[in-house]
Nanobody
Framework: VQLQASGGGLVQPGGSLRLSCAAS????????TGWYRQAPGKQREFVAL???????NYADSVKGRFTISRDNAKNTVYLQMNSLKPEDTAVYYC?????????WGQGTQVTVSS
């Protein structure tokens, strides 16, 4: 499975961005797709996940602000990020669980600053 993440950028506090994660390859084997982020000097952390049956899960820090969704026709998972805060600044990575493999895409930078 190959993943291509996009959609990052610079946004003011309170603004919105939508990240995309396009999958190719053995997409039928994907059980769940998630978003993770890593801020400078910090460990990578979980943000949100969507399973193959549509179940979702979110980190407490983003609940109510971020929404994960997918378009099966486009083999793409989205992360809609609203009410962004400076502490959301990080490199965002998508991950696809396709047992026994865990596949990572390249990161996309999100910067929240005035």
């Amino acid at each position: 499975v190959q993943l291509q993440a996009s959609g990052g950028g610079l946004v003011q506090p309170g603004g919105s961005l939508r990240l995309s994660c396009a999958a190719s390859g053995s997409i039928f084997s994907i059980k769940a797709t998630g978003w993770y982020r890593q801020a400078p000097g910090k460990q990578r952390e979980f943000v949100a996940l969507i399973t193959s049956d549509g179940s979702t899960n979110y980190a407490d820090s983003v609940k109510g602000r971020f929404t994960i969704s997918r378009d099966n026709a486009k083999n793409t998972v989205y992360l809609q990020m609203n009410s962004l805060k400076p502490e959301d600044t990080a490199v965002y990575y998508c991950n696809a669980l396709a047992p026994p493999h865990s596949n990572w895409g390249q990161g996309t930078q999100v910067t929240v600053s005035s």
